[in-house]
Every structure is written in structure tokens, then in C-alpha cells.
């Protein structure tokens, strides 16, 4: 209470996994278990209106393994984007004096835009977390589906074609969506 603003709260509900009916319980890529207490991985979500088209949950050392296979340029384009796009003072200062276990002011307006999810038809969320809670820093996030077009053109051919094989690999995409382009899985550029 007071200043102690909690780091790790409970995972919502908006960050359960629509096909378990609950929490993530796997790494989509090792299938580690994701409950036990010090496993810290990552979670995406890509909404579009009501319907969640993607969700995954992948553990540090899976994402880690991935990211080193994607190109190095695209990753310093991603980094320059962010670190002149978002105004992280303004995010640090709207965040820090947020009591209890709300989310809100993390996922409620885009990172980027600054445009709010209710009236964002495409969206993505993404978080960490470390066993059954969800880690409140910089993450979690939401972007505009407008946003994540606009990050994928800074993405080399290289990281696309690594992004699309893991898409196919282990997404399992409903080929309906399978080339939109919201579709890259962006925290693991
Ligand atoms: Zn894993």
C-alpha cells in the first residue's frame, strides 16, 4: 500500500489464454511449464475487435534463442522507433502512482499513438511475467493495430521470413489471417 506499488500482481483475465481457459500453463516452443515460480516468460496477444487471432506464451530462453536468429538491423530499427516514438517519461510518470493491482493505465492507450483500445478495432497486448504473476515496468503494452503495420516495415526480409516461419510453426494462424500484416510476433524482434 502507500508507495509499495507491488511489481508482480495476478495475471488478468485479458492475459489468459482464450484456447485454455485460464492462465498460460506452456511455453508454445519448449513446453515448459509456466507456473512454477521463478519461470519468467512473455505473453502476446493480437485482438481483432473480440476475437483474439493470436496467443502465445514463450519462455525467456525460447524467445532469447529466437531473437539471436533475427537480424541485427531490424532489431536496432525496432529500438531507434521506440526510443523516438514513445515518450517513456510521461508512461514512467503516468504508471508509478497506480495503487493496487490495476492494469489499466498500462494497456489502455497505445504506447505509440496514444490512441485508446476502446475504440482500436486491432490491437496487441503483450507482458511478462515470472510464474502465475505478471510483471508491471515498462511492460505491459498495447498497440494500435495501425502501429504494428507501421513496425513491421522496419523489419528486414531475414527477421520477416524467421517471424512467418514461427507463425506457422507454432501459431497454427488461421490462414484467413495468415498475411495481415499485424501478424509479426513484435516483442520477440
Ligand atoms: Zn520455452
Not at 496514444?114 to 507482458?127: F, I, V, W
Request: aromatic share 8%; proline share 4%.
Amino acid at each position: 500500500m502507500g508507495h509499495n506499488r507491488s511489481i508482480y500482481v495476478p495475471i488478468p483475465k485479458i492475459f489468459h489464454s482464450i484456447y485454455e481457459e485460464g492462465p498460460f500453463s506452456k511455453c508454445i516452443v519448449c513446453t515448459r511449464t509456466l507456473s512454477e515460480e521463478q519461470t519468467e516468460y512473455m505473453i502476446e496477444k493480437v485482438f481483432r475487435g473480440t476475437e483474439v487471432i493470436i496467443e502465445y506464451a514463450i519462455c525467456d530462453t525460447c524467445a532469447e534463442q529466437l531473437g539471436s536468429e533475427l537480424s541485427v538491423e531490424s532489431a536496432q530499427r525496432m529500438e531507434r522507433f521506440l526510443a523516438e516514438q514513445v515518450n517513456w517519461p510521461a508512461r514512467m510518470a503516468q504508471i508509478i502512482n497506480v495503487k493496487g493491482d490495476d492494469l489499466d493505465q498500462w494497456i489502455d492507450t497505445c504506447l505509440i499513438s496514444g490512441r485508446k483500445r476502446s475504440e482500436l478495432h486491432s490491437y496487441q497486448l503483450c507482458a511478462r511475467c515470472r510464474g502465475d504473476k505478471i510483471e508491471r515496468t515498462v511492460l505491459p503494452l498495447m498497440i494500435a493495430g495501425s502501429v504494428a503495420e507501421e513496425i513491421n516495415r522496419l523489419i528486414s526480409k531475414k527477421t520477416r521470413d524467421r517471424l512467418d516461419g514461427f507463425v506457422g510453426d507454432y501459431l497454427g494462424l488461421d490462414p484467413e489471417f495468415q498475411n495481415l500484416p499485424i501478424d509479426t510476433p513484435f516483442l520477440l524482434i
